[in-house]
Each structure stands twice: as C-alpha cells, then as structure tokens.
C-alpha cells in the first residue's frame, strides 16, 4: 500500500536566525576576546550549515558554539545558541528535544529581559505545538510573541509573528484568514527590508493559494519568492521553492513540467547537501512517472530516493521509499522484488518500533504479494494481523485497502462468501467515495465474488461500476480486466456474441498496452481471456478472427515466458472490431444484460486474411495450421491459399491428449520402441479430420503453430496406419503467423561455423537431484567440414562462448553440437534462465544471455539439444522461447532436436546438408534426410528415434 503524497506541499518555515536581535554585550577581557570571535563565526558557520538542510552538521557546530558561551558566562550568547538548536531539533522532527531547548532558552532570554528574544523564542515554541497540530496552544505563543513585539516595536519579530499566526490558521484550513496574516506580515517584511523573510512569507501565500485550488496565483507568488531567493543566493530556499512550483504542475496534470521543476529542485538542494528533501522529491518524480506508465525511469527514481534517505539517515524517508519501491514492484508483477522489499519495510518498523499507521500500510503490502505469490494462508494471517493496527492508527482509505486485501486473498482461496464481506466492509469504510481506485477495487471484488457465487445479474451490476470509475480515471489496465471478466459472465448468461465483444476489448487493451515495453501489468490470466474469445469466435464460425487471437494467444505465452515479447505492428491492434460491436462498447455499459447486437452485421473486413492468403499463394501446395487445446475439445484450423478457412473440433479431454504424447515420449526415448500406436492416436485427433481438405487443396507443406504439449510432438513423426506424416508433408513450425516471414530465401553458398564439445564432466539440477550431461563425439562436425569444404571447426576450449559469439557474422550456418538443455517448469523455475547452451570452455549461455546476441545468419542447427529430460511436461514455452531467441537475433531459420540421439543422427545430419547443397530449401532438405532414414537399408535407422527429433523452426522455405 503506498504511503500517500500529499497534494499539499510542507510549509518549510526557517526561522530568521541571522537578523535576531542580538544577545547583550558583555565586558571581555583579553583573554576572552579570542574565544568569543572563535564562538561567533562558529555560530555563523552553523547557521549556513542549518540553510543549506545540513542538520546534524549544524548541530554539531552549535554544540561547539554553546561550549565556548558557556566558558565565557555569555548568558544571551547562550540563549541565542539553545534558540538556534531547538530551531534544528524542528526541522529533524524532533519536537520533544526541541521544546526541551527552547525552554531553556525561553528562561534563560526572560532572566537576562531580553524581550525581544523571548517574542523569537515563543514563536519557535508555538511552530512545535503547531507541528504537533496543538493549535490552540500555538496560537496563544504567537500572540503573546506579537504582543511584545508590538510593545516594544520589533518590526521584525511583529512580522514573524504574524506569519507564524497565519501558518496557524492554514493548518487549521481558514485560508482566508491565514492569507490577511502573511499579508500583514508581508507589509513589515517589505517595511523593514527583510528579503529572507519576505521570500518565506511568499512562499507560504503561495501554498495558500494552491490549497484554494487557485493554480495560476500560486505559481505567480512562487515565483516572486524565487526571485527573491535568487537575489540573496539561498540556494537552498530556491530548490524548496521549485519543488513547491512542481507540486502545481502536478495537480494541474501537467506531470512533464512537473517532473522539470522537481528535478531542478533535486539539482540545486543536492548541491547544498539536502539530502533529506533530496529522498522526498525523489518519491514525488517516481510516482509521477509511474502515473505516465514509465515504470523504468519510476523505479529508478524510487532507488534514488532511497539512497538519498541512507544518507541523510533519514529513517522516514527511507520507509517511504521502501514503499514506493514495494508498491511500484507490484505493480509491474515483480513479486518476488516487491515480497523482499516490503520485507525490509517491516524489519525496519519492527526494530524501530514507530509510525504504526506505516508499518499497517506495509504489512498490507506484503500480504497482497503473498497472496499473487500463491502463499494464501500467508497473506491472510499478515492481512488479519494488521487489521487492528490500521483500525487503531490508520486512515479510512487504508481500513478500505486492508479490508479489500483480505476479500482478494479469501477470493483466492475459494471462500467467497468471506471475500464478498470484506468487500463490502471496504465500502462502508469509504462513505464519501472519495478514494476511486479503492472504491473501483471493492466492487470489482464484490462483482467476482458474486460470480462465482453465480449471482450474475448483481455481479455484472457491480462490475460495471467499477469498471465506469476505472474508465473515468483513465485506469485503462485495470479496465481491461473488467472487460474480460464482463465477457465471462456473459457467457455463463448465454450471450456469445455480446461475450465476444467485450472479451475483444480486453484483449485489444492488453495488446496496445504490452505493445509498450514499460507496461507489463495487464491482464491477471490473459491466455484464459484469449483461449476463452477464440472458443466463442470458432463456435461461431468466425475461423478467420479466431486464427488472429491464436496468434496472439502464442506471442502472449511467449511474452508470459520471455517477459519482453511486445509483438509488432500487427499485434498491437489486436483483434478489429466490428461497426456491430463498436456500437455496443459506445453505449452506456449499466445493464449489460439488456443490450442487443445485430447478428446478421458481424461479417469482418477480410483484408488482412486476404493478405495471409496471398502470402500463401507464393508458397504452392502450404497450408497453415492452428490446434487449439480447449477444455473439452481440440480445435484444428486451417487457412489454405484459397477459399475459405477451415474449421474442425474433435472432442477429447486434453488429460487424454497429453497422456498421448506422454506416451509417444517416453516409448520413442528408447531406439527399439514402438511408437506406432500412440503416433496413430495422435493422427486420429489431428490430422484425420482435416485429411480430405489437405488432399483436395495439394498440399505438401504445412506450416504448423503447436498449441501446449502439442510443442514436444513432432508432427512428422504422427502415423496413418500406413504412412509416417512425413512421407506425406514437409513441416515448418512457427510461433505465430504475424512473426513469420513468409518469402522464400535465397541460396546461399554455405559458410558454416561448426562446433562441438567432446570432453569434460557436467551437469545440470533437476528437481532435487542432479543429471549428467551427454557430450558428443565430434564426428559430426567433422563430416560437416568434409561435406562443406572451408568449414570452420571449434571443438572443446577452442569453442569458448566468445569466441563463437566473434565469430557469428563470418558464416551463414551455425552448427553447435553441443548439449543445450531445456527445462520446463516442473523441471526447473519455468524461467529463461533455466535453459541454456554449454559452451566448450564449460560457459552456460542461458535463453535470458541471447537477448544480446546480433548477427545475419541463414540457418542455426541445435544437433544436442533434448527437452523432456524428466518426462515431466509443461507447455513447451521453453521451445518456442529458443526459437524466439533465435530468430530475434536473426537466425532465418531453426533446426533443433527434441531428444538426443546420441550420434546416431550423423547419417540423418550428412543427407540434410548433401542435399542443402544442391539447392533445395532447408524444409525440403530436411524432409529429404528424414525420408532417407525411413526407407534406407538400415531398418534400425527406420524408428523414428533416429529422425523425427528435430523440428525445424520458423522459415524454411
């Protein structure tokens, strides 16, 4: 929960330290005349020390000064000192130390009758009871300080006063009045030519006027203090001033200006050692940018503002920033940084043991990473446990935080009575609805808990509301999530096509948002969201719009893997609206249930899937091919060059399915199995209901986007009864069609770096228990090198990592015979990181290090790699992140293996590249090879073992 920035800026009053009236002369001998000079310019120093916001330096120094005062009986020399030190206690908020000082002071000035003193004195006495928001008390100091120094015509003390009673009164929220107070007090200021003072006072009419809302008077009056400030150098005084001017342009939603006018702040309060206010106005700039969507440069700040309160040992300022850190790691879904920052938070208020309102807005912060994080019975006894504490000592807006927290957490585990309860608590703690967002969360989670309670037509009711505020406060992510939960229920009310409608404007905002790489925070579930919309659109008929949300629906995956896949032009539009749903999201979205949408108007603009189809048209005899894994059901699409797309659903459980491949994985990891019987089950599901479609339209080419555990089945190696698939078809697998680069390639003479890696021992964790990695023999980089004349050849510590990586752009092919592991999930943590090429010098280059490699290459050959190891499934992210990698680097095309073959695949490898030299596609070449096994002499190199491990990957036409 992030500690709240207040709109209105602190009223920074530095109390006249140099122009008080001076303590009465005392006679000095010789002897005494030496330390008194040494005691004035050690008073002087601290009170630069003071204006610059350097406290603790200026402390120390009047320390010295009260020392030597004390030496010399300089009774009014002392008095001054106390003042001037109770002056700083203020500014570090240590208010008891302060009026402990003060006191002293204030005796020893009243003792001594130094009158004019005592006004300065009472004045610094009632600011603390003003901080301490005693104002009555305040008021009674500062009047009786105007009083004396009406008597006795201090002008200067009388203007102070003054404006002391007018910092009264705007706390206390009478503007009007504060304002006739600093104006008295601005006349003597003026009077008396009093330029620091008259810059204080402007300063404070200025907050004043940002408080009655009145924009432009404020800046105006800032910025006569600026001058003011300007002309007597108080650099210091100018940075409080433009971070002041910020704080307008913050509220009048002018946030670049504001972020200039803070950063100048930060320069010129950095440059008199501030760090203090430095930290703070670090926290105004991140929670700007994050307003903007610019997560980096926001998290950067909050850093900043972190380091800035380190060093200024500025344990609240380091709290905020801990929890701007939290709440802004959140956010973007970096839950597990956010879990151990707010962690931190929390060690750091238990040690201290203060500001329990701040530890409460803490520990609701962690409970809500606890529960994303999956630990709910966690986050429940955190959330419980600050419950009280935010009861006693927060405010409503928080209760309503904590209360919404504890209903999420609840919904997360299934108990949504509970969760609806504390929903509505939430409410009742925001009566006036001031705190949107909080308000907007509460009926979001009153309208999911309703759902699933499957009270529709209220669920729906509340949804809406939320989803009015959270569109009126331009809160387009979290708009997006109503969206897709309103489709949802409408498909549990039976209305498809008004579920299609708002489920496309769901995906559409997550597009256009994921497009921008600062924003990562969408959808909760978004594949759920996509799967759901191309399930409605097929069983529509719409094939067309359902192939663009597959696709999506693959980049999505892959961006949930990857974590920085923003897609491309074509992706950022998502799926087009029709006129018929464009009308429905223009109308009022309170009674959804009531609407209606024209039926026989949802035909959509075909002008993209033509322009797919004439891609096709360049490539005879291709189809594409998309299966989609559903609940119930496989769906097989299909688009070919010509006429409409195609559309089948077979109905199997993908509990089935996945027994399926389970089994064809596990029997073909054995070269004598047969994986006949579960590669025929297989082509039933897939390939049968399409069969004649592919026959009637000539196809030998299909270009295949596997959905789920369907990535670790080669399509090639599926069974007819009598055919494998691939004596029928070359495959080329893909991730997305709007990735893919369609055109054929030319041909290029081969320049190949091959590399492998022979010797050594390594392994890699699995679970709990560690595997031994299988190095290969080298032969077939050396029969690669006889195949291909001038072939380069790195084997064992000649293939170092950067070496190869130097080498990239010589060469058109790179084959690395080399074990490169992929882990799923339940292998590994489900994370790039996990999966990585060894290197022959024993360097691990996971999928995470390929983002930074670059080169123009034609075709990149994996001979070793293996996924699977365990035969513990996931959903083959890891694959297409390879291939993603690959080909973002700029590999036109991928060959890798599914399983290792030992080195059984040098004759399948020998004919792939005989055959790339005689020209022919690297699709056809491969085909070539395999089907050269298949039928060879050698019946054990028959099993599909041998040659349907490798997959070929993106284009290889």
């Not at 503002?305 to 609240?316: P, S």
């Not at 969408?522 to 719009?545: G, H, K, S």
């Amino acid at each position: 929960m992030a500690i709240t920035i207040s709109a209105i800026p602190r009223i920074i009053i530095i109390p006249n330290v140099l122009a008080q009236t001076p303590a009465p002369e005392v006679e000095n001998s010789p002897e005494s005349s030496a330390p008194k000079t040494k005691a004035d310019k050690l008073f002087e120093t601290g009170v630069e020390q003071f204006r610059r916001g350097t406290f603790d330096e200026a402390l120390e120094t009047y320390e010295q000064v009260l020392t030597i005062r004390k030496e010399l009986g300089d009774q009014g020399g002392i008095a001054q000192t106390l003042n001037n030190i109770g002056d700083v206690y203020i500014n570090q908020r240590e208010y008891s130390k302060a009026l402990d000082v003060l006191q002293k002071a204030l005796t020893i000035r009243r003792q001594i009758n130094d009158r004019s003193g005592v006004g300065e004195t009472l004045n610094l006495i009632g600011f603390v009871y003003q901080r301490q928001r005693e104002f009555s008390q305040a008021l009674n100091l500062h009047q009786e300080a105007l009083d004396i120094s009406e008597a006795i015509s201090d002008r200067q003390n009388e203007g102070e006063s003054l404006h002391n009673i007018g910092a009264v009164k705007a706390s206390q929220r009478q503007l009007d009045q504060a304002l006739k107070f600093y104006q008295e007090a601005l006349t003597i200021r003026e009077e008396v030519d009093d330029r620091r003072d008259l810059g204080r006072t402007l300063n404070n009419m200025g907050v004043v006027y940002f408080n009655q809302g009145n924009y432009d008077k404020a800046l105006e009056t800032y910025q006569k203090a600026l001058t003011v400030r300007r002309e007597i150098n108080d650099s210091a005084g100018v940075g409080r001033l433009l971070n002041n001017i910020g704080f307008v342009y913050r509220e009048k939603d002018e946030n670049s200006e504001a972020i200039k006018y803070f950063q100048q702040a930060v320069v010129m309060l950095e440059s008199v050692g501030d760090q203090r206010s430095v930290g703070r106005i670090y926290g105004f700039i991140g929670a700007l940018y994050q307003k903007e969507g610019e997560e980096s440069e926001a998290l950067a700040a909050y850093e900043k503002g972190l380091e800035a309160a380190k060093v200024a040992e500025d344990k609240t300022g380091q709290l905020e920033a801990l929890s701007y850190l939290g709440d802004a790691y959140y956010e973007i879904g970096e839950n597990a940084k956010a879990k151990s920052i707010y962690e931190a938070a929390l060690a750091f208020y238990e040690k201290e043991e203060e500001d329990r309102a701040a530890e409460g807005e803490a520990m609701i912060g962690l409970g809500k990473v606890y529960n994303r994080l999956g630990e709910n019975q966690k986050a429940k006894q955190i959330l419980l446990k600050s419950l009280p504490i935010n009861k006693k000592v927060g405010e409503k807006s928080v209760i309503a935080a904590n209360m919404n927290a504890l209903g999420e957490a609840y919904y997360s585990s299934g108990d949504y009575s509970i969760a609806l309860n504390y929903h509505k608590l939430a409410l009742d703690n925001l009566p006036d609805k001031d705190d949107k967002n909080a308000v907007a969360i509460a009926y979001q989670g009153i309208g999911d808990a309703l759902f699933e309670l499957k009270q529709y037509p209220q669920a729906l009711e509340n949804l809406e509301q939320a989803l009015a505020i959270y569109k009126e406060n331009e809160k387009t992510a979290k708009a997006g999530r109503i969206y897709g939960q309103l489709g949802t229920i409408l498909v549990a009310q039976e209305k498809p096509e008004l579920a299609v409608v708002f489920y496309k404007q769901a995906v559409n905002i997550h597009e256009t948002m994921r497009s921008q790489e600062s924003q990562k925070s969408l959808l909760e579930n978004p594949e759920t969201v996509y799967r759901n919309l191309a399930d409605l659109l097929l069983q529509q008929e719409r094939i067309f719009e359902a192939q663009q949300v597959l696709d999506l629906l693959k980049i999505q995956e892959l961006d949930n893997y990857l974590g920085n896949v923003t897609g491309n032009q074509i992706t950022a539009t998502g799926v087009k609206l029709l006129a018929a749903e464009e009308k429905i999201l223009a109308e009022d979205t309170k009674n959804i249930l009531n609407l209606e949408i024209d039926k026989n108007n949802l035909k959509p603009n075909l002008s993209q899937f033509n322009s797919l189809q004439e891609k096709l048209k360049k490539l005879p005899g291709t189809v594409l091919f998309y299966p989609l894994i559903l609940s119930e059901k496989l769906e097989l699409v299909l688009i070919t060059a010509e006429g409409e797309a195609i559309h089948k659903t077979v109905s199997v459980k993908p509990e089935e399915i996945n027994e399926a491949i389970a089994e064809f994985r596990l029997t073909i990891s054995n070269p004598i199995g047969d994986v006949k019987t579960s590669a025929e089950k297989l082509y039933g599901w897939l390939i049968k209901p399409i069969e004649d479609e592919l026959t009637k339209a000539n196809i030998n080419t299909i270009i295949y986007a596997p959905d789920n555990q369907l990535r670790y089945l080669p399509l090639t190696a599926l069974y007819d009864g009598e055919k494998w698939l691939v004596e029928r078809f070359s495959v080329n697998n893909i991730i997305a069609a709007s990735l893919t680069n369609f055109e054929t390639q030319s041909k290029n003479q081969p320049r190949v770096l091959a590399a492998a890696l022979t010797e050594g021992k390594y392994q890699v964790q699995i679970g709990t228990r560690q595997v031994n990695l299988r190095l290969t023999t080298g032969e077939l980089v050396e029969n690669l090198a006889e195949i291909i004349p001038g072939t380069r050849k790195l084997v064992n510590s000649e293939f170092s990592s950067q070496t190869t990586i130097n080498n990239f752009n010589d060469y058109n092919i790179l084959h690395l015979d080399t074990p490169v592991v992929l882990l799923t999930e339940q292998e590994g943590n489900g994370k790039p990181e996990d999966s990585f090429i060894l290197f022959g010098d024993g360097e691990r280059l996971t999928l995470r290090d390929m983002e930074n490699w670059s080169f123009e290459i034609d075709l990149v050959v994996l001979s070793a790699s293996e996924t699977n190891i365990s035969g513990q499934m996931g959903n083959g992210e890891e694959i297409v992140g390879l291939g993603y990698q690959m080909q973002n680097a700029g590999a036109e095309t991928i060959i890798a293996s599914l399983w290792r073959v030992n080195d059984d695949s040098d004759e399948l490898m020998n004919t792939f590249y005989t055959v790339l030299q005689e020209g022919k596609s690297k699709a056809e070449a491969l085909r070539a090879a395999q089907i050269n096994m298949i039928t060879g002499k050698d019946k054990e190199g028959n099993n599909p073992y041998y040659w349907a491990s490798f997959i070929l990957m993106r284009n290889g036409f």
